[in-house]
């Protein structure tokens, strides 16, 4: 029986179509190319206008599900506030990497893309971050401006979801419910991505000329590089630190690495991370609780790439980062990928609302979907396995002991 193609495959295969024709286009005189070209930015940009429609819903029902299911392990306290720091001080390593190595390869650099209309958002304050968690009217926040507002009316929501008790319990099972329903929103909108990709890939490809194909691949490249960087030497060190020897635990991580590669879906990759991580060594009390949080709160792999998409969006546009933007860039992709729904492409909604706050064109959203078939599954193992590594670390951390069979 034939295997079905997926949502990635056809999307390469839509870069690919998009690729053939606009190297076409490029030999027909412009004058004659100028509507083609008009009606393909017309098809990409109903994606962009899909993505700014679906992140406030993405934001709320995400962040507020994911701080009420904590309401069940509040009484563990040092374990869950360990837990957290661990998972953000592994995701802010992994933003700095691809900071770092973006700022120093500059896979966007030289290429002359100039999209007639694009406008480059001015990048908000220090005041304006302050006063943009208190909007004064609800409407803002349904709009990707309102993003740090609906951000903190989430945390507030599940903060209180935690603070009613046994009754908070119902509430946490409509915001679960809310935050699947969108992610199969997300999923829908997910189904126009090959569409976007064809179109954009030619749109770009003609205005900015074959140059952009090898800005493409040193940006895959680069990726693909230290997110490995990541998760070969820092988590090797980290499993050091933690007492657990990294030859046999990458034996271990060895099979949900495969279906985490595969299915590029954190959540269905999860039972297997949990296995996984009980293979190390790692105490069942510390698997059950840090595991299954992580699929929704760390994904180290989804927060470098979101810092990278920033960069190499701002590059390609010609936008120059003030010191202010690039210190937004390494702390806003936290919140981003926090947020990011633990499925194929979850966190490409996200990005309407960090290109928006760092001063970067939304038009960038399309263009960073065509390298999505080779960046998403190596975000996810990473996302993934980076649980179990976490875990390890919690464990050492908080005074556990590990058994025998991670020595």
């Given at each position: 029986m034939a295997r079905r193609l997926g949502l990635m495959h056809y999307t390469a295969i839509a870069f690919f179509l998009g690729v053939i024709v606009g190297l076409v286009l490029l030999q027909v005189p412009s004058e004659q190319r100028a509507p083609v070209l008009d009606w393909m930015k017309a098809l990409g940009d109903i994606f962009i206008r899909l993505m700014r429609i679906v992140?406030?819903?993405?934001?709320?029902?995400?962040?507020?599900?994911?701080?009420?299911?904590?309401?069940?392990?509040?009484?563990?306290?040092?374990l869950l506030v360990t837990t957290l720091a661990v998972?953000?001080?592994?995701?802010?390593?992994?933003?700095?990497?691809?900071?770092?190595?973006?700022?120093?390869?500059?896979?966007g650099v030289g290429v002359p893309l100039e999209i007639p209309g694009v406008s480059v958002p001015k990048p908000v304050s220090g005041m304006d971050l302050l006063?943009?968690?208190?909007?004064?009217?609800?409407?803002?926040?349904?709009?990707v401006g309102g993003s740090f507002s609906m951000i903190?009316?989430?945390?507030?929501?599940?903060?209180?979801?935690?603070?009613?008790?046994?009754?908070?319990?119902k509430i946490y099972e409509y915001l679960s419910l809310g935050m699947k329903t969108t992610i199969r929103v997300v999923g829908v909108i997910s189904y126009y991505i090959p569409v976007a990709v064809f179109s954009y890939t030619v749109y770009v490809l003609v205005s900015?000329?074959?140059?952009?194909?090898?800005?493409?691949?040193?940006?895959?490249?680069t990726y693909a590089t230290f997110v490995n960087v990541h998760f070969f030497i820092v988590y090797s060190i980290v499993m050091l630190l933690s007492g657990i020897n990294?030859?046999?635990?990458?034996?271990?991580?060895?099979?949900?690495?495969?279906?985490?590669?595969?299915?590029?879906?954190?959540?269905?990759?999860?039972?297997?991370?949990?296995?996984?991580?009980?293979?190390?060594?790692?105490?069942?009390?510390?698997?059950?609780?840090?595991?299954?949080?992580?699929?929704?709160?760390?994904?180290?792999?989804?927060?470098?790439?979101?810092?990278?998409?920033?960069?190499?969006?701002a590059q390609l546009f010609g936008v120059e980062l003030i010191p202010y933007q690039l210190a937004l860039v390494l702390t806003l992709p936290l919140v981003t990928s926090t947020a990011t729904a633990p499925v194929p492409g979850g966190g490409l909604a996200l990005r309407?609302?960090?290109?928006?706050?760092?001063?970067?064109?939304?038009?960038?959203?399309?263009?960073?979907?065509?390298?999505?078939?080779?960046?998403?599954?190596?975000?996810?193992?990473?996302?993934?396995?980076?649980?179990?590594?976490?875990?390890?670390?919690?464990?050492?951390?908080?005074?556990?002991?590990?058994?025998?069979?991670?020595a």
């Amino acid at each position: 029986m034939a295997r079905r193609l997926g949502l990635m495959h056809y999307t390469a295969i839509a870069f690919f179509l998009g690729v053939i024709v606009g190297l076409v286009l490029l030999q027909v005189p412009s004058e004659q190319r100028a509507p083609v070209l008009d009606w393909m930015k017309a098809l990409g940009d109903i994606f962009i206008r899909l993505m700014r429609i679906v992140i406030p819903l993405i934001i709320f029902f995400t962040i507020s599900a994911s701080i009420a299911y904590m309401r069940d392990l509040i009484k563990l306290g040092r374990l869950l506030v360990t837990t957290l720091a661990v998972f953000y001080s592994l995701a802010f390593i992994a933003i700095v990497t691809g900071t770092v190595a973006m700022l120093v390869i500059k896979p966007g650099v030289g290429v002359p893309l100039e999209i007639p209309g694009v406008s480059v958002p001015k990048p908000v304050s220090g005041m304006d971050l302050l006063l943009s968690l208190f909007r004064p009217d609800f409407s803002d926040l349904l709009t990707v401006g309102g993003s740090f507002s609906m951000i903190v009316l989430s945390i507030i929501v599940g903060v209180a979801t935690i603070l009613l008790g046994d009754p908070g319990r119902k509430i946490y099972e409509y915001l679960s419910l809310g935050m699947k329903t969108t992610i199969r929103v997300v999923g829908v909108i997910s189904y126009y991505i090959p569409v976007a990709v064809f179109s954009y890939t030619v749109y770009v490809l003609v205005s900015a000329g074959p140059v952009i194909l090898t800005a493409y691949a040193k940006y895959v490249a680069t990726y693909a590089t230290f997110v490995n960087v990541h998760f070969f030497i820092v988590y090797s060190i980290v499993m050091l630190l933690s007492g657990i020897n990294p030859v046999k635990a990458y034996k271990a991580l060895a099979k949900p690495l495969l279906i985490a590669f595969t299915t590029r879906s954190s959540a269905v990759t999860l039972p297997y991370t949990m296995e996984a991580a009980r293979k190390m060594g790692i105490p069942e009390e510390v698997v059950n609780t840090v595991v299954p949080l992580g699929v929704t709160v760390h994904m180290d792999g989804s927060a470098m790439l979101h810092a990278m998409d920033t960069l190499f969006v701002a590059q390609l546009f010609g936008v120059e980062l003030i010191p202010y933007q690039l210190a937004l860039v390494l702390t806003l992709p936290l919140v981003t990928s926090t947020a990011t729904a633990p499925v194929p492409g979850g966190g490409l909604a996200l990005r309407g609302f960090l290109f928006s706050s760092v001063g970067v064109p939304l038009e960038g959203i399309p263009i960073i979907t065509v390298p999505m078939p080779i960046h998403d599954p190596l975000s996810t193992y990473v996302n993934a396995l980076g649980d179990a590594v976490a875990a390890g670390l919690v464990a050492k951390l908080c005074g556990y002991k590990l058994s025998e069979a991670s020595a």
